[in-house]
């Protein structure tokens, strides 16, 4: 059964760079048919999808976070990680990676609801 | 970008009653790419619902999703004392996915 496992600094000052990584167990990484996700939930708040990467390594971002956001991945440690630069308080959140079915066609791709999630970390930005 | 509204905010139940959640969202959801979630305190959301109708893999039929274009609903037949929870919709059918800003189901 696959899993995911978020770790990371717990604790990011203000204007530095917070770094997460997503360990999977219980398959591949590399296998097609899936993208990989980051998603975050600010204290007492909603959901908020941050962005994702496929398996080819092609990657997609939400259009707010876009020019602060690298997601890559790391095929020989079966890992994805998350970087998001320029912090502030209102990146506080617990931070969740998540897997979902991709489908491509000739086109273009597309991916299905969350199925697997992390049990997530929490992350505070403080001086 | 599509913004899904929930209703209500609380929805305050007793066991074994019926709960209906509503999602709205600001424009046609594509193909009915919409999915509901269930989330307790201190635990990562979990699927219950995808493609707006279908049960997700282990989720009992009690939960049911119903909805197109853009108004879908999440009916939990009768509540059981571990549906008591915070539960979202999002959407998937457009870029970025957006998430509503979830409907708390609280034991009256």
């Known amino acids: 059964q696959l899993q995911l496992q978020e770790s990371g600094s717990g604790l990011v000052k203000p204007s530095q760079t917070l770094s997460l990584t997503c360990a999977v167990s219980g398959g591949s990484i590399s296998s097609g048919g899936y993208s990989w996700s980051w998603i975050r939930q600010p204290p007492g708040k909603g959901l908020e999808w941050i962005g994702y990467i496929y398996h080819s390594g092609s990657t997609y971002y939400n259009p707010s976070l876009k020019s602060r956001v690298t997601i890559s991945v790391d095929r020989s440690k079966n890992q994805f990680s998350l970087k998001l630069s320029s912090v502030t308080a209102a990146d506080t959140a617990v931070y969740y990676c998540?897997?979902?079915?991709?489908?491509?066609?000739?086109?273009?791709?597309?991916?299905?609801?969350?199925?697997?999630w992390g049990q997530g970390t929490m992350v505070t930005v403080s001086s | 970008e599509i913004v899904l509204t929930q209703s209500p905010g609380t929805l305050s139940l007793s066991p074994g009653e019926r709960a209906t959640l509503s999602c709205r969202a600001s424009?046609?959801?594509?193909?009915?790419?919409l999915a509901w979630y269930q989330q307790k305190p201190g635990q990562a959301p979990r699927l219950l619902i995808y493609?707006?109708?279908s049960r997700a893999t282990g989720i009992p039929d009690r939960f049911s999703g119903s909805g197109s274009g853009t108004d879908f609903t999440l009916t939990i037949s009768r509540l059981e004392p571990e549906d008591f929870a915070v539960y979202y919709c999002?959407?998937?059918?457009?870029?970025?996915?957006?998430f509503g800003q979830g409907t708390k189901v609280e034991i009256k």
């Open positions: 998540a897997r979902a079915d991709l489908f491509c066609s000739s086109t273009s791709c597309y991916t299905d609801a969350f199925d697997i």
């Open positions: 999002q959407q998937y059918g457009s870029s970025p996915e957006t």
């Open positions: 424009q046609s959801v594509s193909s009915s790419y």
């Open positions: 493609g707006a109708s």
